[in-house]
């Protein structure tokens, strides 16, 4: 069984802060894992996948990095703004199924 | 922009009734799956339909619940008699399937709330 961990669950930081979102997960057998980011009252935004030969991932000012022997993903967030805001989720698709497994996110505010 | 089209958003009920929610993806994407988050837990997997068969429905909780994807398009989750516990938001994902990266993308969901 697959279990994915998302620490902290709030995290408040002030604008233009470099910031850390952390996740785990107990089954290594992965084929990918995703960063999605949801806003209120919306749906689930994909911001980066990594697939499990690949180290990292960057987009823009976000980098995602994977280290699938140990279990962890990181979520780097570079000059923090306010509109960064939202949940930051993680999820995992294991090796051999279609489905994602998802931790219960970090809620972010960037404070101007 | 996610191309999964869901309604209705909201829906209000009593306990008892029947509530039946619809998902529509983009066309061309074979994969197509349901998710639902109660209050306070994660995000957690129902189904998964390729077409319209159901490939995976290991996470469908008990047999109120009935999901169908006719003709391999749109798709609907029926809750008869929904109970209170089904309260929640169910969200619906496609991706294209084999080949691809296999990025999930994801309908804005509709939160159920039964009463």
């Known amino acids: 069984k697959q279990e994915v961990t998302q620490i902290p669950a709030a995290l408040s930081v002030p604008e233009g802060e470099n910031l850390v979102l952390n996740c785990s997960f107990t089954?290594?057998?992965?084929?990918?894992l995703q960063w999605f980011r949801q806003d209120p009252g919306k749906g689930l935004t994909s911001l980066l996948l990594i697939q499990s030969s690949q180290r990292e991932q960057t987009s823009g000012r976000l980098n995602a990095s994977l280290d699938k022997s140990s279990g962890r993903s990181t979520l780097y967030i570079a000059a923090s703004q306010p509109g960064d805001s939202a949940t930051y989720l993680c999820a995992v698709r294991k090796t051999g199924a279609n489905n994602l497994f998802f931790g219960t996110g970090t809620r972010l505010t960037v404070i101007p | 922009e996610a191309g999964v089209t869901q309604f209705p958003s909201h829906s209000v009920i009593e306990k008892g009734q029947t509530v039946t929610l619809r998902c529509d993806p983009i066309s061309g994407h074979d994969n197509l799956y349901w998710y639902r988050r109660v209050m306070g837990k994660e995000i957690k997997f129902l189904l998964h339909f390729v077409k319209e068969s159901k490939q995976d429905e290991s996470g469908m909780p008990n047999n109120r619940f009935l999901a169908e994807r006719t003709g391999g398009t749109y798709s609907t989750l029926k809750v008869q008699p929904a109970e209170l516990e089904d309260s929640g938001v169910y969200f619906c994902?496609?991706?294209?399937?084999?080949?691809?990266?296999?990025?999930?993308?994801f309908g804005a969901g509709t939160r159920l709330s039964v009463l």
């Open positions: 089954d290594s057998a992965i084929y990918n």
């Open positions: 994902a496609r991706d294209r399937g084999r080949g691809t990266k296999n990025i999930q993308y």
